[in-house]
């Protein structure tokens, strides 16, 4: 059965990895990024010529962190972009979107140039805020612009939205919940109100704890 997906994928359409490459440990959890790409590459209709990706991947080299964009075209055409990253450990100030996710969209299980809505929100962050977080047509909270929402809880354990909820299915979430040290449930507004903590995260920045305003 066809994807639904491939009949209205614009032309100018390209699948997306960020990731980071560490002088001593080569490109982060690189074979998680590239399986992820692959997938959402057979979803979409796309070549995706691994072996040549990789060999790109491995010419990669600094003396400093590296913010690595790879995109992937209909084509099978890519472009691997990188540049310095310096990560700042500091709590980030976090807001709920007026905007609203869609839980049936299938857009938001794959990352791709089509993502207007996060690319509008952070485009207005007050300069007090890091993150808006999106909650859904059912008040389901979902995700942020750019990370992925994990919320402790009053006994202790640490919950993230299902894919379900419409999200992105991020590498750090993906190796959170592996881990053992997440799990995956619905979170209302209300829990992310009364909650513990709040951590946001993605694969390029790992965990930033947050404090929602």
């Known amino acids: 059965m066809e994807s639904p997906l491939r009949t209205a994928i614009p032309s100018n359409c390209r699948l997306i990895k960020t990731f980071r490459f560490d002088p001593t440990g080569g490109a982060l959890n690189i074979s998680l990024h590239l399986k992820r790409m692959a997938h959402s590459a057979k979803v979409f209709g796309f070549p995706f ?13 600094s003396k400093h962190p590296l913010r690595c964009r790879l ?23 976090v807001a709920i979107a007026e905007q ?54 009053s006994d202790g354990n640490w919950i993230t939205p299902p894919v379900a909820s419409g999200c992105l ?8 919940l592996q881990s053992g040290t997440v799990r995956e449930r619905v979170v209302t507004i209300n829990e992310l109100l009364k909650c513990r903590q709040i951590m946001v995260g993605n694969s390029l920045r790992g965990e930033i704890l947050a404090e929602l305003l």
């Open 71 to 93: 995109t992937l075209g209909e084509m099978g055409d890519f472009n691997l972009k990188s540049e310095t990253f310096e990560n700042t450990e500091k709590v980030w100030k």
């Open 49 to 61: 010529y691994e072996k040549t990706i990789v060999k790109e991947i491995g010419n990669l080299s």
């Open 100 to 153: 609203k996710l869609s839980s049936c969209d299938p857009w938001l299980h794959h990352k791709t140039t089509q993502r207007s809505i996060y690319d509008e929100a952070r485009s207005t962050l007050p300069k007090e805020l890091d993150e808006f977080l999106f909650v859904n047509e059912k008040e389901e909270v979902c995700e942020g612009t750019i990370t992925n929402v994990f919320v402790q809880l």
């Open 169 to 176: 299915p991020g590498i750090f979430r993906q190796i959170k």
